[in-house]
């Protein structure tokens, strides 16, 4: 197994054990855009278990030298993508900067918060990607700014078609710890679901909007 496999998979355990991912195909949950989900996935919780966190900062560490070299600068996305991208600039000993999901309504109005200079590289660090949108945004927020951005990093997708060609579109890369097709594996063989639902499971990933269970 490759290393990014046994990462995917391993995260795919710890989110699982901590309930950072609920799976409840029979009784889905509703997002805020109205599409019915049979997974709900809150990684902020991941920052309550120290060795979950550590696991998290090394992966995005690793992730980051081998697909993209090291930036000279690490951004975080507001908000679930600030603590874990703070984690892993003290890792690489780089500066962290983040950015926010609207202009600062006072004061300098800014959308980048923390020190750049225009030119330099940056690798964004994210802690979920579903549709893509919200994480293109901070990318164009960044190029917008002067900045050359390497590329993306998440700790989970849900593997949307959609996701895919927004960042294709965008020319910009991306890599992720783990991922739905991971999930999905790890979950049953760990009985966390049955198998009977593992196609319906597979069908909304597929087709969100037109998903019922």
């Known amino acids: 197994m490759k290393i990014k496999d046994e990462r995917a998979f391993k995260l795919a355990q710890l989110l699982l054990q901590i309930k950072a ?8 949950f509703t997002w ?16 309550s278990y120290p060795s979950v ?9 690793d992730l980051i030298i081998e697909h993209f070299g090291k930036p000279d600068i690490i951004a975080g996305v507001a908000t679930g993508g600030i603590p874990h991208g703070v984690l892993v600039a003290q890792e ?10 609207s202009p600062k309504g006072h004061g300098m109005g800014n959308m ?16 979920l ?3 893509g949108g919200s994480s293109l945004k901070a990318v164009e927020a960044l190029r917008e700014a002067g900045l050359n951005v390497k590329g993306l990093t ?11 060609n927004a960042f294709r579109d965008a020319k910009c890369p991306f890599e992720t710890i783990s991922n739905y097709d991971a999930l999905m594996e790890q979950a049953i063989q760990e009985k966390y679901i049955d198998e009977q639902f593992l196609d319906s499971l597979l069908e909304w990933r597929k087709n969100p909007k037109g998903w019922q269970n």
């Open 21 to 28: 991912i609920k799976l409840q195909p029979t009784k889905p």
């Open 154 to 164: 998440a700790i989970f997708t849900y593997g949307f078609e959609d996701a895919f």
């Open 112 to 127: 980048i918060e923390g020190d750049f200079q225009e030119g330099e590289s940056v690798v964004v660090v994210e802690d």
């Open 32 to 47: 805020a855009s109205g599409i019915q989900s049979p997974i709900y996935c809150d990684n902020r919780k991941t920052l």
């Open 92 to 101: 690489l000993g780089i500066p962290f900067i983040y950015v926010r999901s």
């Open 53 to 61: 966190r550590t696991f998290i900062r090394q992966s995005f560490s």
């Open 129 to 131: 990607i579903s549709t």
